[in-house]
């Protein structure tokens, strides 16, 4: 079974500072993609990055990047020049399923980030 | 413009009562999905819907039941025997999981729904 852990529940970073989130996976499958999403205190849940198992090289969205390291299993956001509206919940969540199906997500139980002047 | 619209967005279920939870799409997108969030938790799988018609249980099915008569709606339904139903609702989609290059498609999210027990 997929499992997604992240060992931060909560973490501080001063304005325009960067940070990082961890989270790490245990999978058995070959192929899979591992997703971050931002939670602010709304509910909504906004898609802010991926990272598939056979890509090279790590993904970058703007100020959000992964630092993907295949063979520790973990997949950790990096959000650079920190502003006060990243203050949310992060999730990270793997994707299992083989293609020709609908893909279900795991997901960790999150990282509360509160960005500070 | 496309999105995904849950409703309520408040909810309050009386015990032995029946509630059902609205998501409709128009993503045009065939995969459906709810999940379940209490405090301070991440998400976690009830149901989830790939075509019409069909739907799988998920990883906590037990007093919930779904249906997908239309591609676009796929709603919820927090029965009497769901005992502790105090939860944020979200529903998702997606397009199916087609080719490798596929992979990176996203679920998008509705706004939810709170339940909570009168």
């Known amino acids: 079974a997929q499992k997604i852990t992240q060992t931060q529940p909560g973490m501080f970073v001063q304005e325009k500072e960067a940070v990082t989130l961890d989270c790490t996976y245990d999978?058995?499958?070959?192929?899979?993609?591992l997703f971050w999403y931002k939670q602010p205190s709304s509910g909504e849940m906004i898609f802010l990055i991926y990272q598939g198992s056979y890509d090279e090289q790590n993904a970058t969205e703007g100020r959000y990047s992964l630092n993907f390291q295949k063979a520790r299993k973990s997949a950790n956001l990096v959000i650079s020049a920190s502003q006060l509206g990243d203050s949310a919940m992060y999730f990270c969540?793997?994707?299992?399923?083989?293609?020709?199906?609908?893909?279900?997500?795991?997901f960790g139980t999150g990282t509360r980030l509160q960005v500070t002047l | 413009d496309g999105g995904i619209t849950q409703s309520p967005k408040y909810l309050f279920r009386k015990e032995g009562q029946n509630v059902t939870l609205s998501c409709e799409q128009n993503l045009n997108h065939d995969a459906m999905y709810w999940y379940r969030q209490d405090p301070g938790q991440g998400l976690r799988l009830i149901y989830y819907?790939?075509?019409?018609?069909?739907?799988q249980k998920g990883d906590i099915a037990e007093g919930y039941s779904v249906s997908r008569e239309k591609k676009e709606s796929f709603p919820l339904t927090v029965t009497s025997a769901q005992k502790n139903p105090t939860a944020f609702y979200l529903c998702a989609s997606t397009t199916w999981f087609k080719t490798a290059l596929m992979g990176n498609q996203p679920q998008h999210f509705g706004d939810g729904t709170r339940l909570s027990i009168l």
């Open positions: 969540a793997m994707r299992e399923g083989a293609t020709g199906t609908a893909s279900k997500l795991t």
């Open positions: 999978t058995s499958d070959q192929s899979y993609g």
């Open positions: 819907s790939q075509i019409v018609n069909d739907f």
